[in-house]
């Protein structure tokens, strides 16, 4: 399938039709979960990835086979996208690792009466939109991004392909959206990495040993993914993804967005935040802290019942 140019629309959110039917999106929210599976949900650049990476070598105990020679649409494919259904009818062991983009509108009845357990993956807004933008630039299935101011009056607006990030945050972490949701920032992915492993493994119920989470730690930090082609998009054709415009993994940094919001655009973004997350009580970390103030990990939350870090 190649439909670079072709943009599906359901239940008002745009997708792009490279990936995306109506016929796919149709069965993703009407998907039959096991109680088995495990399901990673993000807005895209949020961590995806490297979630993904991190519950694969979970699964695996730290030992990286799979990483490193199955890639990871194959392992863990996006539950909305054509090729899922004939991927996960070919996996034979439980449990199934599933991804999925959707808002919890969309898949809220399809997960209700399941107990797979659901990971959420959350990243600062500002760091999503300028990675989202850089990953326009390479994506040709993606539409022209056009300057950033106007790409980020699109991710405000939540006009942009895959809907509004506000909805999306606060539909999966409203307090019991899910019964068993772990909630993960992207940052404490960055800033504690042996701290998450061990929190994941615990959710799942694969307790792992100090050497096995310092095994996962090495094969899922950013240079290794970034080294990895069955996770880092190399292995995508140049026409569906044009690798000469940027890398897939590209920084992997908090606070990033400062290299591309003005002043003007910061303060803006600021008071639309402000005002459609005056009902949620997350809050972001925006830039990395300093070596000499506190570790963040102390303030991440536990369960979906504690939302704020």
């Not at 792009?16 to 979960?33: E, I, K, M, N, R």
């Not at 807005?43 to 695996?60: A, N, R």
């Not at 105990?61 to 890639?71: A, F, K, N, S």
Request: net charge negative; with cysteine; hydrophobic share 35%.
């Amino acid at each position: 399938m190649s439909r670079l140019d072709v943009t599906e629309t359901f239940h008002g959110i745009s997708f792009p039709g490279h990936l995306h039917t109506q016929d796919s999106l149709q069965l993703a929210v009407q998907f039959h979960f096991q109680d088995t599976d495990i399901l990673i949900v993000s807005y895209p650049k949020s961590g995806t990835t490297w979630m993904q990476e991190l519950v694969t070598l979970v699964c695996s105990r730290g030992d990286p086979h799979l990483c490193w020679t199955v890639p990871n649409w194959t392992r863990a494919p996006w539950l909305e996208q054509y090729y899922c259904a004939a991927v996960l009818e070919a996996q034979s062991t439980a449990p199934r690792l599933i991804t999925t983009h959707l808002p919890y509108h969309l898949l809220h009845t399809a997960i209700q009466d399941s107990k797979a357990k659901v990971i959420y993956v959350s990243r600062n807004p500002k760091d999503v939109a300028v990675s989202f933008y850089h990953f326009h630039q390479m994506a040709n299935f993606l539409p022209d991004a056009g300057s950033f101011p106007e790409f980020l009056d699109g991710f405000l607006e939540g006009t942009l392909n895959f809907g509004s990030w506000f909805d999306h945050v606060i539909g999966w972490t409203q307090t019991k959206a899910v019964e068993n949701l772990l909630h993960v920032t992207y940052e404490e992915m960055s800033l504690d990495p042996h701290g998450t492993i061990k929190k994941v493994s615990l959710f799942l119920q694969r307790p792992l040993g100090k050497e096995e989470i310092d095994h996962c730690v090495k094969h899922c930090s950013f240079k290794s993914m970034k080294d990895n082609k069955m996770i880092n998009y190399t292995l995508v054709p140049q026409e569906i993804m044009d690798h000469s415009k940027g890398s897939f993994m590209r920084k992997g940094e908090i606070g990033d967005w400062k290299t591309l919001f003005s002043e003007e655009q910061s303060r803006h973004f600021d008071s639309v935040f402000s005002s459609k997350m005056q009902q949620s009580s997350l809050e972001f970390l925006w830039e990395k802290p300093n070596d000499e103030e506190p570790r963040v990990e102390q303030q991440l939350p536990q369960n979906n019942t504690e939302q704020k870090k």
